[in-house]
């Protein structure tokens, strides 16, 4: 799971990091407004928690935003704000939880497994293509009624272009979305290459070869109606 982190005080972004990348979860980090936006506008994640009271905005707006840019994506608003009339505001703007600084440490993982749980069990768990349909529930991908077999990196590929769909996605953004923080100097966009390669040869053998295109030179693009 790939969880974006928006906290503006550097010792706790730092300690909620280092928590979460201990307990399995795949994290990335902004301490504003402007650069959680930009990496919302660049990047997909599974989930985002994000503090209220950030330095050049406001966390609520931030909420908004990306319940209007990804509906999948669940959200936990982490704040000191106490009062129940902003627990509720937060709420009815589009998170799915709310957590009141200080909290556990534990209590924020149980709750960000808790609310993964609950959006995986909403019954619009499918991305429907006409002949390309994806079960995130199941992570299962059928082509014209075939089941796909794909990778774990096929499939999260896959999905993450189709989330942009008719969008122009850059190998960058790929690659980010991937492996994140765990990328290195001696990263090679050959792997990207290998995945789409094998990823577009199993959907042209069910006669779906054409939802998937080179921008080249850029990246790729899912182009559908």
């Given at each position: 799971?790939?969880?974006?982190?928006?906290?503006?005080?550097?010792?706790?972004?730092?300690?909620?990091?280092?928590?979460?990348?201990?307990?399995?979860f795949q994290c990335e980090?902004?301490?504003?407004?402007?650069?959680?936006?930009?990496?919302?506008?660049?990047?997909?994640?599974?989930?985002?928690?994000?503090?209220?009271?950030?330095?050049?905005?406001?966390?609520?707006?931030?909420?908004?935003?990306?319940?209007?840019?990804?509906?999948?994506?669940?959200?936990?608003?982490?704040?000191?704000?106490?009062?129940?009339?902003?627990?509720?505001?937060?709420?009815?703007?589009?998170?799915?939880?709310?957590?009141?600084?200080?909290?556990?440490?534990?209590?924020?993982?149980?709750?960000?497994?808790?609310?993964?749980?609950?959006?995986?069990?909403?019954?619009?768990?499918?991305?429907?293509?006409?002949?390309?349909?994806?079960?995130?529930?199941?992570?299962?991908?059928?082509?014209?009624?075939?089941?796909?077999?794909?990778?774990?990196?096929?499939?999260?590929?896959?999905?993450?272009?189709?989330?942009?769909?008719?969008?122009?996605?850059?190998?960058?953004?790929?690659?980010?979305?991937?492996?994140?923080?765990?990328?290195?100097?001696?990263?090679?966009?050959?792997?990207?290459?290998?995945?789409?390669?094998?990823?577009?040869?199993?959907?042209?053998?069910?006669?779906?070869?054409?939802?998937?295109?080179?921008?080249?030179?850029?990246?790729?693009?899912?182009?559908?109606?």
């Open positions: 799971m790939k969880i974006l982190i928006v906290e503006d005080d550097s010792n706790m972004l730092q300690l909620l990091f280092q928590h979460l990348k201990k307990n399995g980090t902004a301490n504003s407004f402007s650069d959680a936006l930009l990496r919302i506008n660049q990047f997909q994640y599974d989930s985002a928690l994000i503090d209220l009271n950030l330095p050049d905005g406001d966390g609520l707006r931030l909420v908004k935003l990306l319940r209007k840019e990804d509906p999948q994506t669940t959200i936990i608003i982490t704040s000191a704000r106490v009062s129940i009339d902003d627990r509720v505001l937060g709420l009815d703007e589009g998170a799915d939880d709310y957590l009141v600084k200080p909290f556990s440490l534990s209590e924020l993982t149980a709750r960000i497994r808790a609310v993964s749980r609950r959006k995986m069990n909403l019954p619009s768990q499918e991305l429907d293509f006409g002949k390309l349909k994806i079960r995130l529930d199941a992570r299962e991908v059928t082509a014209d009624g075939f089941e796909l077999h794909l990778t774990k990196k096929e499939y999260d590929i896959l999905l993450y272009l189709a989330r942009n769909k008719n969008r122009i996605v850059t190998k960058d953004a790929i690659a980010e979305y991937l492996w994140g923080d765990f990328m290195d100097e001696t990263f090679s966009f050959d792997f990207i290459y290998v995945h789409i390669k094998n990823l577009r040869k199993k959907l042209s053998e069910q006669g779906c070869g054409d939802f998937l295109r080179t921008i080249y030179g850029i990246g790729y693009k899912f182009v559908a109606a």
